[in-house]
């Protein structure tokens, strides 16, 4: 069967950085995403990664392992507005895509 | 302002009763989906489509219709057959079918069958 695993919550400090991992089992690959999602709306967007290797964006990273089936989402310089769960996903060999069940992201001050 | 729209936001029926859930997009995508979300749960599949007049289903099919008379429309019929059909109801779309480009999210219904 086709698995995502993510750590169910995480808690970290204001301004400090935190690492989200994800790991996977799908029937082929065609990418890996990662979305935020804050309590009881759409998730939106932050990165896709195809390729190993690190993708930085602002203060939000993503690394991809293709061959330990392994990713992780990097937040530097934490903020409340951080506060979300973050939702790991992977396009299967069909264009679907499988989703984790997400991480909850609490940020202290 | 393009974007995808889902309404109504809160939506409460007495069980028995079939519900439809809107999807509209003004983003001009090819393919739209429909997903629902449980607590502890990842975002699972209920149908999809990737052109107009077409629809397949998804993981969680049962219980459910779609329709795609355009393409800028997608509802979602909940049926009285959904056993358990409380729950968190996501529209998305992305730009082709197939393609490995990132999904947009509606706002999203939240049902509660009472």
């Known amino acids: 069967g086709q698995n995502i695993d993510q750590p169910t919550e995480m808690t970290a400090t204001e301004g400090a950085i935190v690492q989200i991992n994800c790991t996977y089992q799908?029937?082929?690959?065609?990418?890996l995403f990662w979305y935020q999602q804050h309590a009881g709306e759409a998730p939106t967007f932050l990165s896709y990664?195809?390729l190993d290797g690190l993708e930085e964006k602002g203060r939000f990273s993503s690394f991809l392992s293709r061959s330990k089936g392994y990713s992780y989402l990097l937040l530097k310089e934490l903020q409340m507005k951080d506060s979300a769960s973050y939702l790991c996903?992977?396009?299967?060999?069909?264009?679907?895509?499988?989703w984790g069940a997400g991480t909850k992201l609490i940020i202290k001050p | 302002d393009g974007g995808i729209t889902q309404s109504p936001k809160y939506l409460f029926r007495k069980e028995g009763q079939n519900v439809t859930l809107s999807c509209e997009q003004n983003?001009?995508?090819?393919?739209m989906y429909w997903y629902r979300q449980d607590p502890g749960q990842g975002l699972r599949l209920i149908y999809y489509?990737?052109?107009?007049?077409?629809?397949q289903k998804g993981d969680i099919a049962e219980g459910y219709s779609v329709s795609r008379e355009k393409k800028e429309s997608f509802p979602l019929t909940v049926t009285s057959a959904q056993k358990n059909p409380t729950a968190f109801y996501l529209c998305?779309?992305?730009?082709?079918?197939?393609?490995?480009?990132?999904?947009?999210f509606g706002p999203g219904t939240r049902l509660t069958v009472l």
């Open positions: 998305a779309s992305n730009p082709l079918a197939g393609g490995l480009d990132e999904q947009f």
């Open positions: 799908t029937s082929g690959f065609n990418g």
């Open positions: 489509s990737q052109i107009v007049n077409d629809f």
């Open positions: 990664n195809v």
């Open positions: 983003l001009n995508h090819d393919a």
């Open positions: 996903a992977v396009m299967d060999s069909n264009y679907q895509l499988i």
